[in-house]
């Protein structure tokens, strides 16, 4: 393919008027703050840093977006415009912002109201031309980013600070690959088929945009400033350059995605060292009943995306498990990944601060929401939803908005920068889709025998494994990384080399023993090697002739190798989808735990040099057309689908909207966009704890009269909060303080002090210390009040202004444990009683303690500031930040818990 194909001059051309295969007739709306530029010139850098100016479309959609925390519970039909934008096919002649013709045969029309790319092409390859063109206009300098991540490399791209090494770090541990095995990937592709090939196509075309937008920009002067900042080009005598893209990129950008969003399973060590840490406390036979309780595998209490009785049976925990390897207490040992290192690559602190979270990829993933409801609970007889990702903060964001129009191809929405030749999420002619991360499990930990091949004893130092009766070298997948100081990052000048060693059972992530034996533990993920494969899915998903009912939606969510819950809204249908590569595993193999790396073992029909394996079938897959509601917050998707890890039980934040939801419908009510919005919008502002687990800790303490008058009023607080709705709400728009602030600042204080009083004096401190290993404690708005560990703990909870909340934490725990010490009945409860031992007296006593506490910490200690925030200031601690990643700032905007990019969409017609 042509890499810098001719083009012809841009020139100015009729712009297109509302589409006429548009079928939402204005009522598809979307947002996706802060806004679709993310590009900006060095000039323009530093005027944002000096002036605070920003270029056009930069943060506009930051306000609106902001805005709907305040103006929820008064919403209208009319005002829903004030909040989202009109995601409708075309742009009318009057708010034609800008037109432009890379080629002859594609159009990119930019609106005026946000600046979106409007791509129409003539041509297949014209279209996806364009495509790539206005990707590389809009998201240049973040694709260059992601490109590098996926290829651990980004330290010698963007700069050596601690964060920009951990994160290339944990990627280049997930998904290590060689050029060669991207280009493999490619060529898997190329012998699938027309679809396939079609694919391929499409890509190259895009490549060529962006290759010619490349090549405009750095003759013109006018690329991304962060080429000059990160010392790539000249600012003075425009020497340097900008690295053309290629197919290869593509495979290294999608395994980003797949990373991040689209994985499940691997934490069986940590579940191990739970259940080895019961055993030891409680003896063999109770510590496992413990264990499994404290998993929550197939809770009956959880809040279930199917919830008409469908039963989808995966991984549930074998009654009597073969093959499991539980490491010996203490020998774990983290494989070594980084060698040879030199200057700062020896430091684990840097005064810069990186351009990403090092603990993008470690912290715990749980993200996106959607809420769909059939047409037969509606105001107007057709469906609604509203649905989107949640992806976190970024400026500019890692999605970018576009509408993509040519031979094959209808479709408005957003896709990830760099991979927006296909619309990932959003509508099409008549139909519109979304997505939520499901993180069911295909990922395994297996214990591999160490060998040598002189016979002589092995050791936890040994570079070989047994596989299959054979004594293997293992390979060593290095990447070498090197940087130095530049205007952007001031790390002085460093290097490293990562290392990975990869077996037939996947990649060495830990060594320890089993039975005293010298072992490799590993991880073996399902789409390891094969993230380039769900290509086809979204390229059907953007076809109008491939999707035209809920049964081809559910067909082309087949062909997506992530783990996703697909969600689809028409005029008369919706419909859900759970996709991934589920493996086959072995009769009896328990894939919660660590396995023995024997072929009785492996996943059924397991080839080691393709990774591939045998999968469930589409029909064991969680799916359903047309229930009366569907919710989804990242909660268990069926009954008998096993959660890949800890935190699926009777609280979760699926709860926030399963309840609303249901409200809406019950007695025969009808539910429309504005009140489907405004259930999400109460969802993202309401305290997880404070709706579903502060009930019953009032009721325990009002078991009997509190006396103390501190006590009295902070219970008094808490109460009027409970009232209230539990939501974390400004006193005004704008106010910057939360009403009901002093019950807030207990309860986040109160949650790590009460886990602990709750579950510490049952579980022993080597089990409460391995469980935070598991499953964090907290997960609140403010990142902050993470409690006491001694062990790994997920890095999400230590993560500020990130939006997402409450995915993760101990509250399924504590309610189940508090109802039992009440009486209540409780489904699936714990396997022994904690708080107080049982006794509600002393229960209620340890509750007291621990609020006392609680109620005494100042702001300054809930909340004790940071870059962003001053200390005390609780409002700022738990506010959304838009994580530069250039040089352009964005400002705050309240909490909300809810998706990056949604869509709120209601079909009146059908082609």
């Known amino acids: 393919m042509a890499v810098f194909a001719p083009t012809a001059a841009p020139t100015a051309a009729a712009a297109p008027t509302a589409a006429t295969n548009d079928y939402c007739a204005g009522k598809c709306l979307d947002i996706l703050p802060p806004g679709e530029n993310g590009n900006a010139t060095l000039s323009e850098i530093l005027l944002n840093k000096v002036f605070g100016s920003r270029p056009a479309h930069t943060d506009d959609q930051l306000g609106p977006y902001g805005n709907l925390a305040g103006a929820f519970p008064q919403l209208t039909e009319a005002q829903l415009r004030n909040f989202f934008n009109d995601a409708s096919f075309g742009v009318p002649a009057d708010q034609v912002a800008s037109t432009s013709r ?8 930019r609106d005026k109201a946000t600046g979106v790319p409007h791509i129409t092409g003539t041509t297949r390859y014209g279209t996806e031309f364009g495509a790539g063109y206005a990707a590389a206009q809009d998201r240049l300098w973040v694709m260059d980013l992601f490109r590098h991540v996926g290829r651990g490399q980004l ?68 690329f991304p400033g962060e080429y000059d900042l990160t010392g790539h080009i000249d600012a003075v005598t425009n020497a340097g350059s900008i690295e053309p893209f290629k197919l290869t990129d593509l495979v290294a950008l999608a395994s980003v995605v797949g990373a991040l969003f689209g994985s499940g399973g691997g934490g069986e060590l940590a579940s191990a060292q739970v259940r080895l840490a019961a055993e030891a406390r409680y003896g063999q036979a109770e510590g496992d009943r413990l264990w499994a309780s404290l998993r929550e595998a197939d809770d009956p209490e959880a809040v279930l995306t199917l919830h008409d009785g469908q039963r989808f049976p995966y991984a549930l925990p074998p009654d009597d498990p073969q093959g499991t390897a539980l490491p010996d207490p203490g020998s774990v040992v983290p494989e070594k990944m980084v060698h040879d290192a030199t200057g700062t690559g020896t430091q684990t602190a840097t005064t810069a601060p990186g351009l990403l979270p090092g603990n993008l990829l470690t912290a715990k993933h749980g993200m996106s929401n959607a809420l769909l409801v059939s047409g037969t609970h509606t105001d107007d007889g057709h469906p609604v939803a509203v649905f989107g990702p949640q992806t976190g903060y970024f400026a500019p964001q890692l999605l970018m908005l576009e509408e993509i129009q040519g031979p094959g191809i209808s479709a408005r929405g957003a896709a990830f920068a760099g991979l927006s030749f296909y619309v990932q999420l959003g509508r099409g002619q008549d139909y519109a889709w979304s997505a939520t991360s499901a993180g069911q499990d295909i990922t395994d930990t297996y214990a591999v025998p160490l060998c040598t091949t002189d016979g002589s004893p092995a050791t936890l130092a040994a570079d070989h494994y047994l596989s299959r009766g054979r004594c293997l070298p293992m390979e060593r997948l290095e990447r070498k990384n090197a940087w130095k100081p530049t205007t952007a990052d001031s790390t002085a000048a460093g290097s490293y080399t990562l290392v990975m060693n990869r077996t037939d059972y996947g990649l060495v992530t830990a060594r ?12 073996l993920r399902s789409t390891y090697r094969h993230e380039a494969d769900s290509i086809i899915g979204f390229q059907m998903l953007n076809d109008p002739g491939a999707v035209h009912d809920a049964a081809s939606f559910q067909q082309a969510a087949q062909n997506i190798n992530y783990t996703f819950n697909w969600f689809y809204a028409d005029s008369r249908d919706i419909a859900y989808y759970n996709s991934g590569t ?10 919660g735990l660590p396995v023995r790396a024997e072929p009785a073992y492996e996943w059924r029909d397991f080839d080691p040099a393709a990774n591939t394996a045998r999968y469930t079938p589409p029909a064991e897959h969680p799916q359903s057309v047309n229930q009366d509601y569907y919710v989804s917050w990242n909660n268990k998707q069926a009954a008998g689908f096993a959660a890949a890890g800890f935190g699926n039980g009777s609280v979760h934040r699926g709860n926030l909207l399963d309840g609303r939801v249901k409200a809406l419908i019950a007695g025969g009510g009808k539910a429309s966009r504005v009140s489907l919005t405004k259930a999400m919008e109460s969802a993202a502002l309401a305290d997880l704890r404070a709706e579903d687990v502060l009930p019953e800790l009032l009721r325990v303490i009002r078991s009997a009269p509190v006396t103390d008058p501190a006590l009295a009023t902070a219970v008094q607080k808490l109460e009027a909060w409970k009232t209230a709705g539990g939501l974390r709400r400004e006193t005004s728009p704008g106010s910057h303080k939360y009403a009901d602030a002093d019950a807030i600042r207990t309860l986040d204080a109160w949650w790590p002090l009460l886990a602990d009083a709750v579950l510490r004096p049952g579980l022993g401190d080597p089990l409460f210390t391995a469980l935070t290993g598991a499953l964090q404690i907290n997960e609140s708005p403010s990142g902050g009040q993470t409690g006491p560990s001694g062990g790994p703990v997920s890095a999400n909870e230590s993560i500020p202004h990130k939006g997402s909340a409450f995915q993760y934490g101990w509250w399924s725990w504590v309610d189940k444990d508090l109802r039992s010490v009440l009486g209540d009945p409780v489904d699936g409860p714990l396997a022994r009683p904690f708080c107080g031992g049982g006794d509600l007296a002393a229960c209620r006593t340890a ?30 601690a738990d506010s959304i930040v838009q994580r530069p990643l250039g040089g352009v700032t964005d400002p705050k905007s309240t909490w909300q818990n809810r998706p990056t990019y949604q869509q709120v969409v209601q079909f009146p017609a059908h082609r």
């Open 102 to 109: 890379p080629r002859a045969d594609v159009a990119i029309v």
């Open 155 to 222: 330290s010698g791209f963007a700069g050596g600070a601690a964060a920009n090494r951990q994160l290339e770090q944990s990627f280049w541990q997930a998904a290590p690959y060689t050029e060669d095995e991207l280009q493999r990937q490619i060529d898997a592709i190329a012998g699938r088929g027309d679809r396939a090939r079609q694919a391929l196509a499409d890509a190259g075309a895009y490549l060529d945009g962006i290759n010619q937008y490349i090549r405009e920009a750095y003759n013109g002067r006018y």
């Open 512 to 523: 320890g023993t089993v039975g005293g034996r010298p072992v490799a533990f590993t991880s």
């Open 582 to 591: 589920n493996p086959v595993r072995a009769p009896g193999v328990d894939g």
């Open 847 to 876: 509750l007291l303690d621990s609020l006392r506490k609680a109620a005494a910490q100042t702001p300054a200690q809930v909340y004790p500031g940071d870059a962003d925030c001053a200390a005390g200031d609780q409002w700022c």
